[in-house]
């Protein structure tokens, strides 16, 4: 094997690794002879016949003489600072000569710690490397893998626990009854409506529904329910098919579910609702007389438990069933007009209009002009939201259920600030100060010309 250059060799070691001399390693006569050979012509350049006896005659345990190397004194003088240290290195007592390996322990490990603050970046040398003879790489002490801190019953509730503590969960409940609270801010009065209500929405999507009867006809449904006096939304369930946010109640259905889902928290407090056929039955409003709830709405005659009538009636004829708490009524006006209720009486009462023909005014039961004047109010809502609502197209429906409750949320914030404050406005003028003040309550601040074309 040729030589290009003469080869410079300083022999250095690690201060920081452990040296561990065996029996089959080199003998300690020849050991302390190659040491001071290196002491003494680390600055000077080997031969090549001195470099091969290195690398190919390292067991010759001859006579190796070279011109500086007549003393094998073990003075520290003579020594190089990295072999000075290994013999005052208290780890390994007064000497090297003592230490044993032990060749089922493997290679010696060093602890490895991490300093506190930012770790410098030592530089590495040409000049640092040497002839390697017996290197035993440092080892680290690496972290136990696994579980740590194993649980004594492992049961699958105390894993759980790991990550979900009860310390979550409280949060999770602080958070949830603090949204509750908001709820509270608005108490409803006496009267109150339950109608469906659709967020147009044409792409896909499972629980699509179709209602003719809507002005979008396609969408996501709505079961809202309304203060009657202000048009405050108090709740509202998102209606996704079989699963649906709802109560189940047995034998009241899902329109009658729906209903006492939504009443929940005002059962009890003598409000009255009004609602279409579609919720309407006689079980439903007579579980709710029992709650201390009224209820009157139109009602289908097919449905269980509702009494008979005459098919044919003349227009203006009029019918009152009652079974001591609940009154049914047939009233023939253009069509048939069947209604059912807890909390009026059967008596005809005067609309206000003349009747073209008679000039007599016309008159209608109770309970259909009171219906007709608080159950729209579902639908006012609806058409307040659709002139000036924050929507914009999306293929993520989500995306436009989110602004769709935003307005919602928008416009309970302008029927509380009618009720609180003396000044007036359009609903579209109470959006646009709404939203200067949030401008001014959270400002952004304002870069330079030369900075916002740097951004941009």
């Known amino acids: 094997m040729g030589l290009r250059a003469p080869l410079t060799c300083t022999h250095h070691l690690s201060l920081n690794t452990s040296i561990r001399v065996s029996e089959n390693s080199i003998s300690e006569l020849e050991y302390r002879r190659r040491r001071n050979m290196f002491t003494n012509s680390r ?47 208290p780890e390994l007592g007064e000497g090297y000569d003592d230490v044993e390996e032990n060749p089922e322990e493997g290679p010696s490990v060093v602890p490895c710690s991490r300093p506190e603050g930012p770790v410098p970046v030592e530089e590495v040398r040409s000049s640092d490397w040497g002839a390697a003879f017996d290197f035993t790489p440092p080892g680290f002490s690496n972290s136990i893998p696994g579980v740590q801190n194993p649980l004594e019953t492992p049961t699958a509730v105390n894993c759980l626990k790991m990550f979900l503590s009860v310390e979550t969960v409280g949060e999770i409940v602080e958070e949830t009854n603090r949204y509750a609270t908001f709820k509270r801010s608005f108490i409803p009065y006496k009267d109150l409506c339950v109608d469906e209500s659709l967020m147009l929405w044409k792409g896909r999507l499972g629980f699509r529904q179709y209602i003719p009867s809507k002005r979008h006809r396609f969408g996501i449904k709505f079961f809202v329910m309304c203060d009657v006096v202000t048009g405050y939304v108090q709740d509202m369930v998102i209606y996704t098919g079989a699963t649906t946010s709802i109560e189940s109640i047995e034998g009241l259905e899902v329109s009658g579910s729906v209903v006492m889902t939504l009443l929940a928290p005002h059962l009890g407090k003598g409000h009255i609702l009004y609602v279409d056929n579609w919720y309407s039955s006689p079980m439903l409003f007579q579980h709710l007389l029992h709650q201390g709830t009224g209820a009157c709405g139109t009602v289908r005659l097919n449905r269980r438990g509702m009494p008979t009538f005459p098919k044919k009636m003349k227009r203006g004829e009029v019918t009152f069933r009652e079974n001591g708490t609940q009154l049914a009524v047939k009233w023939q006006d ?123």
């Open 334 to 456: 253009k069509r048939d007009v069947n209604f059912l209720t807890t909390v009026h009486p059967s008596a005809m009462t005067q609309s206000g209009r003349l009747d073209h023909l008679t000039g007599e005014p016309k008159v209608k039961p109770a309970c259909v002009l009171d219906y007709n004047k608080k159950m729209g109010a579902v639908d006012r809502v609806d058409m307040i939201t659709s002139f000036v609502d924050c929507a914009r197209k999306s293929t993520k429906w989500y995306k436009k259920l989110f602004f769709h409750l935003l307005d919602t949320a928008v416009l309970n914030a302008y029927t509380v600030h009618r009720k609180l404050s003396e000044e007036r406005m359009p609903y579209k003028d109470f959006r646009l100060k709404l939203v200067k003040e949030l401008i001014q309550e959270h400002p952004l601040p304002r870069c330079s010309t030369t900075e916002h074309a740097e951004a941009t």
């Open 43 to 89: 600055r000077r350049e080997l031969t090549d016949e001195e470099i091969r006896e290195i690398l190919f005659n390292s067991d010759d345990e001859g006579d190796y003489n070279t011109e500086s190397s007549g003393s094998d004194s073990d003075s520290e003088e003579r020594l190089p600072p990295n072999l000075v240290s290994l013999e005052r290195n």
